[in-house]
Structures are given as structure tokens and as C-alpha cells.
């Protein structure tokens, strides 16, 4: 497609000349340019937070062919990081708003939305793409995913009846997945590529376990947090008044008499009772962690710095190599956007 706007030629100039990120192999010619623009099909998985970042970016910077799944649809408290939403689109497909977004403002793209579960798709599905963005927001469907993923690998043949020959897998069954994911100031940028870097489901005990996860003796007798005594007030006090009721909160009520507790609990031990608000024991009853922008502008330098990495690490699949590096520009341009909005 030519690019009558003008609006990729920077991309091209990175695709049409060496750098220091290229390997020898890679030779900058149209070809490479074409391919990007024309063949290349990037799934993006989520049309969320990072979701809506990485549509922006992938689009911008010249990838035509997206397709997006979410199954989720638009709230309003989405809206004051998830921007390509309006307060007209609330209860709306994120998936297929988003999408709707993209193609309009962006000349030449064509995002095609899946208002849809993850599993609602087949091997056939996931084959036909180069490449899988993933932000996803639960740990259970990026687990799936990568199992998804993984399984799709084909093992080469290997002639020559070595048994102990290492095991070489088809380049073109090894879809690469570049998993990001945010929980508060928490964030991670993962690139996956099946059978060459561990894949998600080996370091899935790397998670942070459940923050509000105190000892007893650190609530009860040394408590130096509003946290710490919000929890000893719903594990003590509550206990102690209900039994095994559960604690309801989205109820005023619960949330106001664990409150008090903690309160109480606070002074006793000359803390700040001030610092034990509504919305901080809310917080921590329900185990809100709060969607916070500039987390991604973090995770994404680190997935500068992975792949980098990786540049050196898929020899095989030389082919996604020019991708690598527009991601790697785009990521770097979404940090920069991302400090700028904070600005
Ligand atoms: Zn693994």
C-alpha cells in the first residue's frame, strides 16, 4: 500500500537502512517494507489499558493487518486511562469500539475486532498470525494462552536417526508473544517465543502473591500501616463479631464497621487514624489495586530491554526480525506518550 499520507516515513527509514540492532542478515530493502505492511498479522489480546496503548502504537507506526479480542464491555471508570473510549461508548464492545477508533483516525488500517473469549478460538485462529500482543488482566487466560500458544510448535523432522540430535522445532509454528501486564505500580513486559525462552506457565510463581497477605503477630501487636489494621480488624474483630460471615464489600455498613476497628486499632497503637479512610478500607476488603498509567511507561522500558535481547536470541525466525525492531521504536514512542500524559 502506498504510503500516500506520509505518515509511516520514519518506519521506512528504519526498514530501508542497517542499525545497530540488525543482524548481518537483515537486509533493508522494500521487500521488508512491504511485508510489514502488507502480510504481517499481529493479534493484540485485550482492548484495555494496555490494549488500547498498544493499538495506538501498532497502528501508528504501520502495522495494518490487527485484530483484537476482548470479551469485555466499556465502564466508566475505564475512561480515564483507556482513551480511546467516550463516555458515549460506556456499556459498549471495548473490542469493537476501540477497533472503530483505530480505522477511523489512522488512514490504512484495518483493525478487526473479536468481541470474544479468548477460547472461543482455535489452533486455525491463532496460526494465521506473525506475531501475539498480549495484555491481558488475569493470570488464568494469560495461562491459557500460552499453553495455546506453546502446543502449536511442530517438531522438524530429523533425518538423520540421531536420537540425540537437539530437538529442532518449525520456525513458522513458533508464534512469538510479547505478554505485558500491570497491577498498580507492578508491571511486567515478557517476550515468549516457544521452545527458545521459558514461556509463561514456567515462571508463573514469579507473581507477586496477595498484597494484603499479613502475619497475624504484625497486625495484632506491631501494626505500622492503616493496612495492617484494616486487616487486623477484618481478621480479629470481624471474626470475633460474625464467625465465618463474609464481609461484604460493596456493603456500606460492613465497610463503615471495619473502618471503625481499624481505627480504634490505629490509635492503640499511636498510628495516624486519619490515614484509615473509607475508600482505603474498601480497598483492601475487596483487593482493589488501582490501574495506574505510568506503570506501563515502566513495563515498557523493560520490554525495551528485552527486546533488545531477543534480537540476538531468534536466529530462526529471522523473519519477524524488522517487526521486532518497529515494536522496539513503538514501545519507545509509548513511553515517551506515557511521561508526557504525566507531565
Ligand atoms: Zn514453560
Not at 511507561?297 to 536470541?313: D, F, G, H, T
Request: glycine share 6%; net charge negative.
Amino acid at each position: 500500500m502506498t504510503d500516500v499520507t506520509g505518515q509511516w516515513v520514519d518506519i521506512d527509514r528504519l526498514l530501508l537502512c542497517n542499525g545497530p540492532m540488525a543482524l548481518d542478515a537483515f537486509t533493508p530493502t522494500q521487500k521488508a517494507v512491504d511485508w510489514f505492511r502488507e502480510e504481517c498479522r499481529v493479534l493484540v489480546i485485550g482492548a484495555g489499558g494496555l490494549g488500547c496503548e498498544l493499538l495506538k502504537d501498532l497502528a501508528l507506526v504501520g502495522f495494518r493487518h490487527i485484530d483484537v479480542i476482548d470479551m469485555d464491555t466499556i465502564d466508566y471508570s475505564n475512561l480515564n486511562r483507556q482513551f480511546l473510549f467516550r463516555t458515549g461508548d460506556v456499556s459498549q464492545s471495548k473490542a469493537h469500539v476501540a477497533a472503530a477508533f483505530v480505522n477511523k483516525r489512522v488512514y490504512g488500517v484495518q483493525v478487526k475486532a473479536h468481541h470474544n473469549r479468548i477460547e472461543d478460538f482455535g489452533d486455525d485462529f491463532y496460526s494465521a498470525f506473525h506475531i501475539v500482543v498480549s495484555g491481558l488482566d488475569n493470570i488464568r487466560a494469560r495461562r491459557w494462552l500460552n499453553i495455546q500458544l506453546v502446543s502449536q510448535a511442530v517438531q522438524e523432522q530429523n533425518d538423520d536417526d540421531d536420537e540425540d540430535a537437539p530437538i529442532k522445532w518449525h520456525p513458522k509454528t513458533l508464534i512469538t508473544c510479547i505478554n505485558g501486564g500491570t497491577e498498580g505500580w507492578k508491571g511486567e513486559t515478557r517476550v515468549i517465543t516457544p521452545h527458545n525462552t521459558p514461556c509463561f506457565e514456567c515462571l508463573v510463581d514469579l507473581f507477586p502473591k496477595d498484597p494484603y497477605n499479613f502475619p497475624m503477630c504484625t497486625t495484632a501487636e506491631k501494626p505500622r500501616s492503616p493496612e495492617h489494621c484494616i486487616v487486623f480488624a477484618m481478621e480479629k474483630r470481624w471474626v470475633e463479631k460474625f464467625g465465618e460471615k463474609k464481609i461484604d464489600g460493596d456493603n456500606e455498613v460492613h465497610i463503615n464497621m471495619i473502618m471503625e476497628w481499624a481505627k480504634e486499632h490505629a490509635k492503640k497503637f499511636n498510628l495516624d487514624d486519619k490515614a484509615v479512610t473509607y475508600n482505603l478500607t474498601k480497598g483492601v476488603v475487596k483487593r482493589i489495586i488501582p490501574a495506574i498509567a505510568s506503570t506501563n511507561a515502566v513495563s515498557q522500558q523493560l520490554a525495551q530491554m528485552k527486546l533488545s535481547k531477543l534480537s540476538q536470541e531468534l536466529m530462526p525466525l529471522l523473519k519477524i526480525l524488522p517487526i521486532l525492531q518497529v515494536i522496539w521504536v513503538a514501545l519507545v514512542c509509548q513511553q515517551i506518550m506515557s511521561l508526557m500524559k504525566l507531565a
